[in-house]
């Protein structure tokens, strides 16, 4: 291994033995195997197919959470990738002083940096107040835009859980009156009325639990945004400040 010596190369090969050692340790243990295959794409189709009538809202949920967050995900990556571009170039031309040009570059790019920019740039004859006034406002249209299909995330963490355990609710009562019907009680019918009505629970948690990642993800994306936008803003606010009070002197 280069760059390595004796001692650090030998504490390697140590740590990865005792990995393998764990791996292997790992299936010993009674239950692991029969866990692991309750993770597989067979189980987990299986799983969604026996859902029952509830299968039909849930699958709303689904479908809607990754048309989201693939809509979501090219629109954050193409709108970071252009505030990026715009943001260098317009500060390398307010540092060249070439508002003119700063101003026309920012009215032909569609991002959400080159419109704050382009509404405080549009004013800059008016003084720094107008500018920053201009740059919250129009700040404020493009944090709601950014958000947009936010709350749709969000309302499906909440559903998809709600929907499996109301599908939950209904199968267990399914499986009493089945049980009121037979008049006694086998280990089977419970068994089978019981494990279809939790599924439903597991399956509404399925679709949950990448949604809420999904978002939180998109959450955290948008912010980094915000706060890349932001100092550029203030970075142009000083700049046409120190131009002004140039002008002024």
């Not at 740059?135 to 493009?142: A, D, P, S, T, V």
């Not at 499996?164 to 006694?184: D, K, P």
């Amino acid at each position: 291994m280069e760059g390595l010596n004796n001692a650090d190369s030998k504490e390697l090969w140590l740590e990865v033995a005792l990995a393998i050692q764990l791996y292997g340790a790992l299936f010993q243990i009674q239950g692991t195997e029969e866990m692991l295959s309750c993770c597989s794409m067979e189980y987990m189709l299986e799983l969604w197919t026996s859902t029952g009538f509830m299968i039909y809202p849930l699958a709303v949920c689904l479908a809607t959470g990754i048309i989201v967050i693939m809509i979501k995900f090219v629109s954050l990556t193409g709108k970071a990738v252009k505030t990026r571009q715009i943001l260098k170039d317009v500060d390398e031309l307010l540092t060249q002083r070439h508002i003119k040009e700063a101003i026309e570059l920012t009215r032909d790019t569609d991002s959400p940096a080159a419109n704050i920019l382009y509404a405080g740039l549009e004013r800059h004859e008016e003084g720094t107040e107008r500018v920053m006034k201009a740059i919250e406002n129009q700040g404020l249209l493009e944090m709601s835009k950014l958000e947009s299909g936010l709350t749709i995330l969000a309302t499906l963490t909440n559903i998809a859980p709600l929907l499996g355990f109301l599908g939950t609710v209904i199968g267990m009562i399914v499986a009493f009156q089945s049980i009121e019907a037979a008049g006694e009680v086998e280990a089977t019918l419970v068994a089978g009325g019981i494990r279809v009505a939790l599924q439903t629970t597991a399956a509404g948690l399925m679709i949950a639990i990448p949604v809420s990642i999904g978002h939180n993800y998109f959450v955290s994306r948008i912010d980094g945004l915000v706060i890349d936008m932001e100092e550029s803003a203030q970075k142009m606010v000083d700049t046409l400040h120190s131009i002004e009070a140039s002008r002024t002197g």
